[in-house]
């Protein structure tokens, strides 16, 4: 035990300490309010002052570089959603990212209202394969809450090593109650454009991700449909879950369907360098075949500049549901220790002059994805037709012939396709048109 007078001289050092402490932190807030507080210099003086006493009279020792990263994080999270500070560690992975391999998940997440919210699952991931969807907010991860949690730290905290596992705890829309998703890390290898024929004439293409060589894939995709001098009658572009990337490549992409010397996409940003214009250059043009361009609440960024821009020329139809809305532009900047600065510098507007931001782009046709029941031949022939009853009249027997050469056939492709309705109904719309174009109803 402490002996009376020994006790009465700690405490009376403590207080006096503390009460030092707040002397000093008054002192300074004083000296601002005196002075104004208005300048650069002020307020980089105050922050001096407050890093010198956090350094002398924490608690703990404290290291200068961990408390400098920290102040930088809080300085841009104040900013927007999407500005950030890297450290060397997050910035070496992000150059990795943009060439389509990491190790993590594969979510691309966002903070939306003070809650970490996800973008959009990359499809063959983790993520896609556990359930995780666009909207979805995780509230928790390995049971330490994400409120405040600065995207940087967030996806730290998702990343490890191949194999280890992580809880996610979702809350989404139509949950009565948060759910625990566990998931398994891999090295995430996104192939960024996908490809199959849909039906005679009409292909797909799916882009997953605007990564460095988007451009050169979907060339070979288009070259791959019109496989043998084959005409394509009809293009379904999927962006759908497209969290975006890289802006060239965006416009790379516009470039295949657009005329040359149209408008793409163009920036707005204080400094000169922030405002672009991106018009279409001559390159490999595709044929005026229709396009439908699928796209949802997970398209966001590069996704919604193609969606938009190929809309505002009339040049594909948009279907399916709103968009992210993410029209701001972030630059890259390295810095002296290898760290990096993901800054807000510009806002992105369509052709048109739409701008993207918190609004995204609003489908021409509304289009909600269903599941679709598998039809059996039993179920379908529980329909009764006239040659069903008894003591019908015979059909001519060449008629029965031409009937069946006149069947429609059914769609050309893979059961994935089969049971994803928007897909389906864009590949139907693609037919209408060119039904109604050989009746002379549309203009060739």
């Not at 992975?93 to 973008?119: C, N, P, Q, S, Y």
């Amino acid at each position: 035990m402490f002996k009376g007078s020994k006790f009465k001289k700690t405490t009376l050092f403590v207080t006096t300490v503390s009460l030092l402490t707040l002397v000093i932190a008054f002192g300074v807030q004083r000296r601002c309010a005196a002075q104004g507080g208005g300048s650069d210099y002020q307020s980089i003086e105050l922050f001096t002052d407050v890093l010198a006493i956090v350094k002398k009279s924490y608690v703990e020792e404290v290291d200068t570089k961990k408390l400098v990263y920290g102040a930088i994080n809080g300085m841009l999270t104040s900013l927007d959603p999407h500005s950030s500070f890297m450290p060397p560690e997050t910035y070496k992975e992000m150059k990795i990212d943009t060439k389509g391999a990491f190790g993590g998940l594969g979510i691309e997440i966002t903070v939306k209202e003070g809650i970490l919210t996800v973008i959009s699952p990359i499809e063959d991931t983790p993520a896609f394969r556990a359930g995780i969807k666009a909207g979805d907010q995780i509230l928790k991860i390995d049971d330490k809450f994400t409120k405040d949690l600065t995207i940087t730290d967030a996806v730290k905290r998702m990343r490890g090593v191949k194999g280890t596992k992580v809880t996610l705890t979702i809350m989404r829309e139509g949950f009565d109650k948060t759910k625990d998703f566990v998931l398994e890390r891999d090295i995430i290898q996104v192939k960024s454009v996908k490809y199959k024929v849909l039906d005679d004439g009409y292909g797909y293409v799916r882009i997953a991700q605007f990564q460095e060589k988007t451009d050169d894939d979907l060339e070979k995709a288009l070259q791959g449909l019109q496989a043998d001098k084959k005409q394509l009658r009809g293009l379904v572009l999927d962006l759908r879950n497209d969290p975006g990337g890289l802006l060239d490549q965006a416009v790379r992409v516009c470039e295949h369907f657009v005329p040359e010397g149209k408008l793409i996409v163009y920036t707005e940003g204080r400094e000169k360098d922030s405002q672009m214009r991106f018009t279409s250059r001559k390159s490999h043009k595709q044929g005026e075949y229709p396009i439908v361009v699928l796209i949802n609440s997970g398209s966001a960024s590069a996704s919604e500049i193609v969606a938009g821009c190929l809309q505002d020329h009339k040049r594909a139809v948009i279907m399916g549901t709103q968009s992210f809305g993410k029209g701001s532009v972030q630059t890259i900047i390295p810095l002296s220790d290898n760290s990096g600065l993901r800054l807000t510098t510009a806002r992105y507007f369509t052709p048109s002059g739409r701008s993207i931001q918190a609004k995204g782009i609003t489908p021409d046709i509304v289009a909600e994805r269903v599941e679709i029941a598998a039809t059996s031949e039993k179920r379908e022939g529980m329909h009764i037709r006239e040659k069903d009853l008894e003591n019908h009249f015979e059909g001519d027997k060449k008629d029965e012939q031409d009937e069946k050469k006149a069947k429609p056939a059914p769609y050309k492709t893979d059961e994935m396709i089969k049971s994803d309705s928007q897909v389906l109904r864009a590949l139907d719309l693609l037919k209408g048109w060119d039904i109604l174009k050989s009746m002379g109803k549309l203009p060739s």
